[in-house]
């Protein structure tokens, strides 16, 4: 019986091993050798070493300002849907009548495709038939603005129209955490005298600690992937404005055929996320709960 087990354990987990080893360790391990060569993505590959990584630190001044403006893109998304969401999430858990149909409505934005979202914001950011054009109709000035052909507004602008699309899944994994806590805490909490904003420092927020922790390093780590709202609006433009990591690396993949250039890039945010992770790995081992 228990040879019958162990050959059924092996039969499940080998399938799995070799599809994780053809689609995870093989990719990676050959996008680190071609970040070590000069390929074009079509021919034979030349080895060039730490070259790549030479022009990308030292030479490469389009990196450099998409990197910097990954870094605004962590802190906003750090921020802005994470208090959105906590707030959505603490009146979301006080609604009972439509519950369901309200929370569906937080999260739809989520499941939407992003060609479709961005699609709609690029309409509604448009300032000849947008929202602003609309509103300077009325006698409201000033928004009818190129806010995606503004180099002063462009990155803020997509940033604010991928928020539209994640604080809600957030509201939604906040609200699911809040309702995870006893009661009980907060009859003990009202019994003590407390007032909401108290029952939501001294219960809500230890008692979703977890959650926000987990999301926080998602978030950082989704921060340096993002690619598809930028690319969409604006390509990265104008100008590199909107410039991301990511939409760089694509333009040297697939529009300058720089592939090992490229996979140098890709290693590079590899690298940085797992960064993101040892930080948050050293911050549990000190007593955080993740």
């Known amino acids: ?28 391990i050959s996008g680190l050798y071609y970040a070590l060569t000069d390929w074009s993505g079509i021919g034979k590959a030349e080895f060039i070493g730490l070259g790549n990584f030479v022009e990308l630190f030292t030479e490469d001044l389009n990196f450099r300002a998409a990197f910097r403006h990954n ?12 208090i959105m969401a906590l707030s959505a999430a603490s009146l979301l858990a006080q609604i009972r009548r439509g519950a369901m149909v309200i929370r569906s409505m937080f999260y739809l934005p ?22 602003g054009a609309a509103l300077d109709k009325i006698g409201i000035k000033g928004l009818d603005h190129p806010w995606l052909g503004d180099f002063r507004t462009a990155l803020a602008s997509i940033a604010f129209a991928d928020n539209w699309h994640w ?22 909490a009202k019994m003590d005298g407390a007032n909401r904003w108290q029952q939501f420092r001294n219960v809500t927020l230890p008692g979703i600690r977890p959650t926000i922790l987990f999301m926080l390093l998602m978030t950082a780590i989704w921060s340096f992937l993002s690619f598809d709202y930028v690319w969409i609006l604006t390509q990265g433009g104008p100008s590199g ?22 996979a140098a890039i ?13 930080g948050f790995t050293i911050l549990r081992r000190r007593g955080w709960e993740i």
């Not at 870094?71 to 994470?82: G, K, R, S």
């Not at 604080?167 to 003990?188: E, N």
């Not at 404005?241 to 490229?262: M, P, T």
């Open 266 to 278: 890709g290693l590079t945010v590899s690298l940085m996320a797992g960064c993101i992770v040892g």
């Open 167 to 188: 604080w809600g899944f957030l509201s939604i994994l906040f609200l699911t955490a809040m309702q995870s806590i006893p009661v009980d805490l907060y009859d003990a």
């Open 110 to 131: 989520y499941v939407l495709p992003s060609i479709v979202s961005a699609f709609t914001w690029s309409m509604l950011l448009n300032p000849s038939l947008g929202i």
């Open 71 to 82: 870094l605004f893109w962590m802190a906003f998304f750090l921020t802005v849907p994470m």
């Open 241 to 262: 404005a909107s410039e991301l990591v990511s939409s760089h690396l694509y333009k040297q993949a697939f529009l300058r055929f720089e592939a090992g250039y490229a």
């Open 1 to 28: 019986m228990e040879v019958r087990r162990g050959l059924l354990a092996w039969a499940l987990i080998i399938p799995i091993t070799l599809v994780h080893l053809v689609v995870v360790v093989g990719p990676g």
